[in-house]
């Protein structure tokens, strides 16, 4: 066999195998968009059809006529639910925001006040390395509901707000990112602080707070 056969097949064999994976990577991605297509269907179809049942007869929901479309269309459904429970659902939307707004302003500032002491050195705060133990031992060992049930008991906390604030005012991971960011912070700030005559709560509200402001927003 000549040299140049031998080039001429070649060729051949590497076109085949550029065709084969060419298939290959086309039949891959069919598969993959289609069980993806799949997934979409399970998710989309129990909305679709609930959807649809909000927008039809009452008599033809029960007689289960309703598929994906509404049946004798109306807005009855929830003008009904609306006319009886807008007072409920004004107070419950005021109570989520009222939750939202306190229970957020109120986490990060504890959660700040509480990473600052133990981000400094073990001189100017010895109990840094228990209480960053501490916060470590939360992370690991997730406290089991009976004994957060109990707590907020104890505390006289049921029937209030404060149940889902107050429990959740320092969340151990949010903290340790605080500790590593402020950490980060340069020591010649606090140095210049501290020549100027300011102690810790001045450096945490003119240093450590507007140069956090990023990290807090997280």
Same mark, same amino acid.
């Given at each position: 066999m000549s040299h140049q056969d031998q080039r001429r097949r070649g060729g051949i064999l590497s076109r085949i195998l550029r065709r084969s994976r060419r298939t290959g990577s086309v039949t891959g991605v069919l598969i993959i968009n289609l069980l993806i297509f799949i997934v979409l269907l399970i998710v989309t179809l129990p909305i679709i059809h609930e959807v649809a049942k909000s927008f039809s007869y009452p008599t033809? %929901?029960?007689a289960g006529r309703v598929a994906l479309l509404p049946v004798k269309f109306t807005f009855g459904n929830y003008y009904f639910y609306y006319r009886r429970h807008l007072e409920s659902l004004?107070?419950?939307?005021l109570v989520t925001v009222y939750i939202?707004? %306190?229970g957020t302003g109120w986490s990060v500032l504890i959660s700040a006040l509480t990473a600052f002491p133990v981000s400094r050195s073990r001189a100017e705060f010895r109990f840094g390395p228990i209480m960053m133990g501490i916060v470590v031992f939360c992370i690991v060992f997730v406290p089991p509901v009976i004994p957060y049930f109990l707590t907020v008991r104890t505390y006289g906390l049921m029937d209030?707000?404060?149940?889902?604030?107050l429990p959740h005012t320092v969340i151990a991971y949010h903290m340790v990112l605080l500790v590593m960011f402020f950490r980060q912070l340069p020591q010649e700030l606090f140095d210049a602080c501290y020549i100027d005559g300011g102690r810790e709560p001045r450096m945490f509200w003119s240093i450590v707070l507007p140069l956090s402001k990023a990290q807090l927003d997280r």
């Open positions: 033809e %929901v029960d004004l107070r419950s939307f939202t707004v %306190v209030t707000l404060w149940a889902i604030i």
